[in-house]
């Protein structure tokens, strides 16, 4: 009997795993677009570029680089524009960046090993909806100054709630929170706060939200972080009560909006001039530490205020245990202040150990500052200071400060000279000043 013979079928290709859609919202980004769509060019299956009535090449460009381009009426609502967005997508993941934001291509690579393994593990996949990570500001040369939390890639299924300042409509326990890729953002730069004056923009459509519900704190505290990033004197006022009021509470107020209000107004009260208020800041300071306990930015600015009060031993362990924290990396993505400039937290460990009597930890914190910032006048007098008053000869100290100056700059000569004859450290002067003129000397 002969055999049948089966047919045979070619195998179908399994879907990937993963389909990422990168998503975004643009208007007038024919800067920013390339880079923009650039990271996610290797890693995305689609990408989608939902035009809000742009004037300049930005449509144009998109095409060319391959993205889809779709149109939407501008109606003052950010989230409904990207809804829109997300609307247009096939994938199962969404990546919704700005087009002043990226991954790194590192970064990039790493977002996808981390959506394979939450998209291949039954348990993860039930129950992981959006991942919350670092979102880093940069400045205009590049380095960070502030860092939050953001979620930007999340299911498909999820939508936006809010027409400024939207946010996901899921429970954030269905967020897991990845610590070793951040979305760097450029948009909070002078350069592109000039350019596309998007910080009056954002005060408009906020005091419009206000008028419709003026008791949302959520709201009050992204109007009063407009208004200190806008920076007009006449603003001030206005940003503090706003500030005052949401650091209160309530119910539907966003923790992090809240820790936000708590710094501002701390920071008010720790950098008052008035010595009868840092009592009212230390009190606040506690309270804050409490709701937020183990924060290092709430617990760095506590010890900033117990310096002022000169309560040096409690600031020094407070301190320390934030260094411990940053060293061990347990706070990226929760710190807009340490995390982003950990000099700070050095300069109150270098008070704290001054006046504690502490003088390696003056040395050693004075210059971990000056190699960030050598220009901190204050800084460099207390390291001098501390040095000379223990003993250490000049030239020794020189032999330091070369380590941390140009000693072929007549300008950080000049510098060193000024700060070391203001301390009173006379000989130092001198001897600087006579390197200051050899400096100046021409070769022959």
């Known amino acids: 009997m002969a055999k049948k013979k089966v047919k045979k079928r070619n195998p179908q290709p399994s879907q990937p795993a993963v389909r990422l859609s990168q ?18 060019k290797d890693i995305a299956f689609e990408q989608i570029v939902v035009d809000t009535g742009s004037t300049d090449r930005t449509v144009e460009l998109a095409e060319k680089l391959g993205a889809k381009v779709y149109h939407f009426e501008w109606i003052d609502d950010f989230g409904a524009a990207k809804n829109y967005a997300i609307e247009q997508a096939s994938g199962n993941w969404i990546a919704l960046l700005d087009a002043d934001e990226y991954f790194t291509p590192e970064d990039a690579k790493k977002l996808m090993q981390h959506l394979k393994h939450i998209q291949t593990n039954p348990t993860l996949r039930a129950n992981v909806f959006a991942l919350n990570c670092p979102w880093a500001q940069v400045d205009d040369s590049g380095r960070i100054f502030a860092t939050y939390d ?11 709630v809010g027409k400024i300042h939207e946010q ?6 269905n967020l897991e929170k990845v610590f070793d890729i951040k979305i760097i953002h450029t948009g909070y730069t002078q350069e592109a706060y000039e350019q596309t004056k998007k910080t009056d923009r954002n005060i408009d459509m906020l005091r419009a939200g206000l008028l419709s519900k003026p008791n949302d704190l959520n709201l009050k505290a992204y109007l009063a972080d407009s208004l200190v990033i806008r920076g007009i004197e006449e603003d001030k006022a206005e940003a503090n009560e706003l500030f005052y009021e949401v650091m209160q509470g309530g119910r539907d107020l966003h923790p992090s909006l809240q820790k936000k209000a708590y710094l501002h107004v701390m920071g008010n009260y720790a950098n008052s001039s008035d010595p009868r208020e840092a009592s009212e800041a230390e009190s606040l300071c506690r309270k804050a530490r409490n709701e ?3 924060d290092i930015d709430i617990e760095y600015t506590l010890a900033g205020v117990l310096n002022k009060k000169k309560e040096y031993s409690e600031a020094w362990e407070i301190l320390r245990g934030c260094e411990e924290k940053l060293i061990n990396a347990d706070v990226i993505g929760q710190s807009e202040i340490v995390s982003a ?27 971990m500052v000056l190699k960030e910032d050598n220009s901190i006048r204050s800084v460099l ?14 030239e020794d100290v020189i032999g330091l400060l070369a380590k941390l100056y140009d000693f072929t700059s007549p300008k950080d000569l000049l510098f060193l000279a000024r700060t070391a004859k203001e301390v009173g450290a006379l000989a130092l002067a001198r001897m600087i000043a006579d390197l200051t003129k050899q400096a100046l000397v021409p070769e022959s």
């Open 292 to 294: 937020y306990p183990g």
């Open 381 to 394: 007098a207390t390291l001098v200071v501390t040095l000379l008053k223990h003993d250490t000869s000049e």
């Open 341 to 367: 400039k950990p000099w700070v937290l050095f300069v109150q460990l270098m008070v704290a150990a001054q006046g504690i009597g502490n003088v390696e930890g003056v040395v050693r914190y004075s210059t």
């Open 23 to 40: 998503c975004m919202i643009v208007k007038n980004e024919e800067k920013n677009i390339e880079k923009a769509l650039g990271w996610a």
């Open 168 to 173: 996901l409509d899921m429970n954030p326990e």
């Open 150 to 160: 953001q979620e930007r890639v999340f299911r498909s299924f999820l939508r936006y």
